[in-house]
């Protein structure tokens, strides 16, 4: 071999092993964004009690959060095409430590209002991440294999959601859930101060982390990467718009996020009722704290809160298995299969009591586990240059997560919170319809 021949195979060599680390940096994205959005859960329960709202005022927490995507998508796309993904990875981790930083004032003041806008701040930085990250990663690799990739990085974003309401459950939670009782106002104001602290703790470390992490990408912005740019730019033009399957794909990633968020936000205080666990949550919170030979028993909403980690986790175990389905089988066969299980499971969890009730909604996550990258992947092929576009389009119709939740909460205020599961019911119908149209081929060209 010659000296110009091993020049090039070293360089070739280098260029795969730098591309390897690449896509693990942008893998651990996916953890540290799900990490982040499933702290919402235990703080819906907790924000829930501490100020005394109903379920549809506790879900204006999700609807501040998913908004975000909404407003911040078209612009994120545009950054995008603009900067390239590292550049756009970095500010978007610079956004979301400076909503994390926003938990301070809110919990100093202890102001509802101000929670949300630290809420809004972060969803921002999500933003930007998902509409660089899920193209990225696809990008980073043969379009042959997409679907897998982004499914296997998915399993890593499930991978945070399920550490995520353990954690938080862990530190938020840590007080319960208690409503406070009649106080003369200023008493009050200092009881919710208290416990508002504790809420921003969390917050606070993470911005520290998040701001390192941006740091780590800005200096990584050199590195060769990807196209990102787009023939247009914004993504509301006839040619992308004139696109069957990432319209359907659009109205599907809204109607997943939304069911998948809703059960999410509503499970803590689900597994309390009294047709669940109720009190019992109690009793086996003093049972894993003997097994882990812990002095101080976890209360009733710890417990709750933790047992939420089961329904992200199946989510991630779905994926890790999904990936390797997925490689093997049509993707929008495998979405429709799943799609209707998640369904039935909704639908058989509001029906149920007890135990069968908490398993049935809990394995909502596996039957979850592969409709994300898998919408997300179907509904992006064959785009060519306006992927960038494509991708911020799917990532505005994530403010499903802001509009589902609401109905979801305003129904659980109207016919009980178990009944309420009908909303995400019907959001999985819709999502069986798509995988099925798409692995027909019937109405949802790409191109």
Not at 410 to 415: E, G, K, S, V, Y
Not at 424 to 434: H, M, S
């Amino acid at each position: 071999m010659g000296l110009g021949t091993m020049h090039q195979a070293r360089g070739a060599a280098e260029s795969v092993a730098g591309g390897r680390r690449m896509a693990a940096l942008v893998v651990s994205l996916f953890f540290t964004w799900g990490f982040v959005t499933v702290l919402n859960d235990p703080l819906i329960a907790k924000l829930k009690s501490l100020f005394a709202l109903n379920y549809a005022e506790a879900m204006l927490t999700q609807f501040a959060f998913f908004l975000g995507y909404f407003i911040f998508s078209a612009p994120a796309g545009a950054i995008l095409g603009r900067f390239g993904y590292v550049r756009s990875i970095a500010l978007g981790l610079a956004i979301m430590a400076w909503g994390c930083l926003l938990f301070a004032p809110a919990a100093r003041l202890a102001f509802y209002p101000l929670f949300l806008l630290a809420l809004f701040s972060v969803a921002s930085g999500i933003t930007i991440l998902q509409v660089a990250a899920n193209p990225y990663i696809a990008a980073l690799g043969a379009a042959s294999s997409a679907h897998s990739r982004l499914t296997l990085a998915q399993a890593f974003n499930s991978l945070g959601t399920f550490v995520g309401p353990f954690i938080g459950a862990l530190f938020i939670l840590q007080t319960g859930t208690a409503t406070p009782a009649a106080l003369p106002p200023a008493q009050l104001q200092a009881l919710r101060v208290h416990e508002a602290q504790i809420v921003q703790r969390p917050f606070l470390v993470l911005a520290g982390l998040l701001l390192a992490y941006a740091m780590l990408f800005w200096r990584l912005r050199h590195r060769p990467a990807p196209s990102s740019a787009s023939a247009h730019a914004t993504p509301f033009h006839g040619a992308l718009l004139g696109r069957p399957r990432l319209l359907f794909g659009a109205a599907c990633i809204f109607a997943y996020v939304g069911a998948e968020v809703s059960i999410g936000s509503g499970l803590t205080n689900f597994l309390l009722q009294p047709s669940v666990f109720g009190t019992r949550a109690a009793s086996l919170g003093a049972s894993a704290a003997a097994w882990l030979h812990l002095a101080t028993p976890f209360n009733a909403a710890q417990m709750a809160g933790a047992m939420v980690s089961l329904y992200w986790g199946l989510a991630m175990l779905g994926r890790f298995g999904g990936s390797y389905v997925l490689s093997k089988a049509a993707p929008g066969r495998v979405l429709s299969v799943h799609a209707l299980a998640a369904m039935v499971l909704a639908l058989g969890a509001s029906l149920a009591a007890g135990p069968a009730a908490a398993a049935a909604v809990l394995a909502i996550g596996l039957a979850n586990s592969i409709m994300f990258p898998t919408i997300f992947t179907l509904a992006l092929e064959q785009l060519g240059d306006e992927t960038a576009n494509g991708s911020a389009l799917l990532c505005m119709a994530i403010v499903g997560g802001a509009i589902i939740p609401v109905i979801y909460g305003a129904t659980a205020d109207a016919i009980g919170l178990g009944h309420a599961l009908i909303v995400p019911a019907a959001c999985y119908l819709l999502i069986a319809l798509y995988g099925w149209l798409a692995a027909r081929g019937l109405g949802l060209r790409s191109a």
